[in-house]
């Protein structure tokens, strides 16, 4: 066969069978002899043949395909798929990832126009990763992981936000930090931006500190942006002793930035994290940070999507995943401060 797309024919022609005949074989019909049926099969797999998507779909009403649709393949989305292709298995359906690319991030209702492009005639139902806008109006069965503000009507999957913001705050005050900066992700009308600085700040109110509004600030989608914000922090004419990070990639670039400007972690500057991404584990020192199971989040998005699709009810819309603290090499206490910290028991060593 040459390098074209095979089709239906070609099949046919090769196993001396009708078109009708291949595609009953296809679609599992009866009516065809088992010697047939084999036989056919048999070329499908020399041939490497497979069905158009969109003629399936018009067919069964039904393409057997759930679609992801990420903003960009960055090591959370990477995580994140690891765990759906792992929940995809036996299910009886295929994935297939839609990337915008970083340059539409900004874009509000994206993923909204490439859902209703995509619906019907490619995928039966989406998982979609940090959505700009939710609808529950959408035509495909759809779940969100990591949802916007205001999301109701829309099944979701998180994790504990604003514990493990708590956790990484408690952990930088315990050590006697008291000037924690905190660098924000983007947008802020992200459930999970508002729920961690939230979280950053309720630690600080109960250990009676206020929050410095100098301290706060955002980071950026590229990596430029965020070592400007990053940069700001640390040229401050009082700098913060420790800065938590909303996500890792974050916390890695204050690290490369600290460097740059002479400064030791964490003898200078102590840094957490949070998403527990395979980078953290590599960076010298390695990154403290809070762990959400980014795998099972993917996980149980496919879960719920399967079970919508099947056409019953989920029993729970909103699953909320656990987070915990990793503590590894790149807090200590504060320059000033050298006498011992009592660890926290609750704690769990990475």
């Known amino acids: 066969m040459s390098n074209s797309r095979v089709t239906i024919r070609d099949v046919a022609a090769q196993a001396a069978v009708s078109v009708a005949t291949v595609s009953k074989v296809l679609n599992d019909r009866h009516g065809v002899a088992a010697s047939t049926v084999e ?25 057997n395909v759930i679609g992801i649709l990420v903003w960009d393949i960055e090591p959370f989305s990477a995580e994140l798929l690891k765990g759906a292709a792992r929940a995809i298995r036996g299910t009886g359906y295929e994935l297939v990832v839609y990337s ?5 991030a900004d874009q509000v209702g994206w993923e909204r126009r490439y859902l209703s492009r995509l619906s019907g005639t ?11 806008v939710l609808t529950p109006e959408s035509s495909a069965p759809v779940v969100a992981v990591d949802p916007r503000v205001g999301g109701q009507g829309v099944p979701a999957v998180d ?28 947008p802020r009308d992200l459930e999970s931006a508002r729920r961690r600085e939230e979280g950053y700040r309720s630690a600080l109110e109960a ?60 003898a200078d500057l102590s840094i957490v994290g949070f998403d527990n991404v395979p980078e953290s584990r590599m960076t010298q020192p390695a ?59 609750r704690l769990e060593t990475g």
């Open 39 to 63: 036989r056919v099969r048999a070329v499908i797999a020399e041939l490497g043949y497979e069905s158009s998507l969109v003629a399936r779909s018009l067919r069964n009403h039904r393409t």
């Open 100 to 104: 915008a690319g970083r340059e539409g």
């Open 122 to 132: 490619l995928i039966d139902g989406a998982v979609m990763v940090t959505p700009t």
């Open 159 to 186: 994790s504990d936000n604003f514990h493990g913001a708590q956790l990484a705050t408690e952990h930088l005050i315990g050590l006697g930090h008291r000037r924690i900066g905190f660098l924000g992700r983007p």
């Open 207 to 266: 250990a009676g500190i206020d929050a410095d509004p100098d301290l706060i600030g955002v980071a950026g989608y590229d990596e430029e942006t965020t070592r400007d914000a990053a940069r700001r922090l640390l040229l401050l004419p009082e700098r913060p002793t420790a800065i938590f990070a909303a996500n890792d990639l974050s916390a890695i670039a204050i690290m490369d930035v600290a460097l740059t400007l002479g400064m030791r972690v964490p």
């Open 287 to 345: 990154l403290t940070t809070i762990d959400q199971p980014i795998q099972l989040m993917g996980q149980r998005a496919i879960e719920m999507l399967v079970e919508m699709l099947a056409g019953r009810e989920l029993a729970e819309p909103h699953v909320r995943l656990p987070t915990r603290l990793l503590v590894r090499d790149s807090c200590a206490v504060p320059p000033a401060r050298t006498d011992d910290v009592r660890p926290d028991e």
